[in-house]
């Protein structure tokens, strides 16, 4: 069997399960951790019982390392994720990889230049929900979508955004603007809006949005409200808020067919997918809401599987530079709505 030999950059929050996944897989093993601050790679190392540096040419010099998996602030992600892929690694970089389009080109032209995979951590596509989602509207049960809504419910303490939600790494980057480049749609609703697209392929068009920091104190939107277009004329509407009271299980979309409705549930929640379907399929029943019963899957662990077997097989990373440009694409586009009144284009 071919074995994928990990370091990991960045020793936060995000990196305590992926470390873990690392470690439970068969095809993949854990060689080195990174982070400027030395308590939290020190902490990473004993969690995973392998070495730290404090220095991360230490790690992209290591020729036991295949592959980076990349968790640091929105702003260095990019260029850390170049220096990866310029020491000959493949990259499995946290989203949203970029804050510029131009700088996520640049990163899939290095990847092709240098043949390594350019993964990016989109891992909420596993969830079973979203699995049993793309199922029923490939094969058309919906029948034609013209419409889908969209929620990003968070009740976040307002510690949230100097600690993040587990307390682990002190630092206030997430509310600063030129550090996070957005606040929790960037955060948040890319991974809805990632899902969106691996459940139904339509592509947004058009935006208009509007935008506001109106609870906490930060630089980054803590609410956002938006309406999109899609290219097959579907319309849909998102509202994004970080400090909705008494939210629970609110990361959540419907999709309207014109044979059917299907409402996918949050995935980090183990709530079922309810459909209601005009004429019976399966044991469907018709003209009912029916719940969908769904799997339990580690969507950590299977996203480094697949980016891993990628790797060894030589293959385009599964989650890749062309989705974190198209999630990256819509979310800016809704920023700049906000800020200039006005529709905007996607080309
Ligand atoms: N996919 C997911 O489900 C998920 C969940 C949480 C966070 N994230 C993403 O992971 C990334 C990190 O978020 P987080 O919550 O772990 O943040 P965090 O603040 O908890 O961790 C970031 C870590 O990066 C370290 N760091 C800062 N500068 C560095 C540098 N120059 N070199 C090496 N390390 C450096 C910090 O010391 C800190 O330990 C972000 O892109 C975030 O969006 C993804």
Redesign the pocket.
Known sequence: MTVTRFGI???????VPVCQAIANLPDTTLARV????VE?ARDLSERCNVPYTTD?NELLNDSDIDAVYL????D??AG?ARQVLQANKHALV???LALTLDEIDELIALAEEKQRALGV????RYADSFRQARELVQAKRLGEIFGVKMQTLIDKKLTYWNV?Y?G??A?P??GEKKRAGGGVTL?NTS?LLDALWYVTNLQVTRVAAESGTLVAHVEVEDTLAATLRFHNGALGSLFAGAHIVGAHAGEAFEIYGTHGTLRVPDPYSDEPLEIFLRTRWNDIPAATWHMLPRASVNVFERAVQDFARAVQNNARAPINGNDARRVLQIILAMYRAAEEKRAVNLQ
Do not use: I, Q, T
């Not at 990174?34 to 601050?37: I, K, S, T, W």
């Not at 951590?121 to 909420?124: Q, R, V």
């Open positions: 950059v960045g020793c936060g929050s995000a990196a990174h982070d400027v601050n939290l991360v968790a640091v602030p929105h260095l992600l850390l946290e989203k949203p951590f989109y891992e909420m993040g587990s682990r790494s630092n980057w997430r955060m991974h």
